[in-house]
């Protein structure tokens, strides 16, 4: 099983990302995806999560309007668009698979954002 996260980087504030995480190993479509961020002397926290089919999405408060969680089944990925780049989303992103009865969960090993002039 791997979940592996790309798009990450150095932004400047306002700007944009598009965060990707590419499932293998796992019947992709029976998951529904997170993603979580943590920074620096913080705990994990979650940032969104999309049902296995995509039909329902949710945000914590400090995103929702700024970012929106995807995925395509067909590709295995679950997607995460950040607009409006804040310095205080300066984190690693990890992406979270988890099975309907929670009996599974994997985790990808993290991409750095870094929100910063």
């Known amino acids: 099983v791997q979940l592996v996260e790309s798009g990450g980087g150095l932004v400047q504030p306002g700007g944009s990302l598009r965060l990707s995480c590419s499932g293998s190993?796992?019947?992709?479509?029976?998951?529904?995806m997170r993603w979580y961020r943590q920074a620096p002397g913080k705990e994990r926290e979650l940032v969104a999560s999309?049902?296995?089919?995509?039909?329902?999405?949710r945000y914590a408060d400090f995103v929702k309007g700024r970012f929106t969680i995807s995925r395509d089944n067909a590709k295995n990925t679950v997607y995460l668009q950040m607009n409006s780049l804040k310095p205080e989303d300066t984190a690693v992103y990890y992406c979270?698979?988890?099975?309907?009865?929670?009996?599974?969960?994997?985790w990808g090993q993290g991409t750095q954002v870094t929100v910063s002039s």
């Open positions: 190993g796992f019947t992709f479509r029976n998951y529904g």
């Open positions: 999309i049902t296995h089919a995509g039909g329902s999405t």
């Open positions: 979270n698979a988890q099975d309907l009865l929670a009996t599974y969960d994997y």
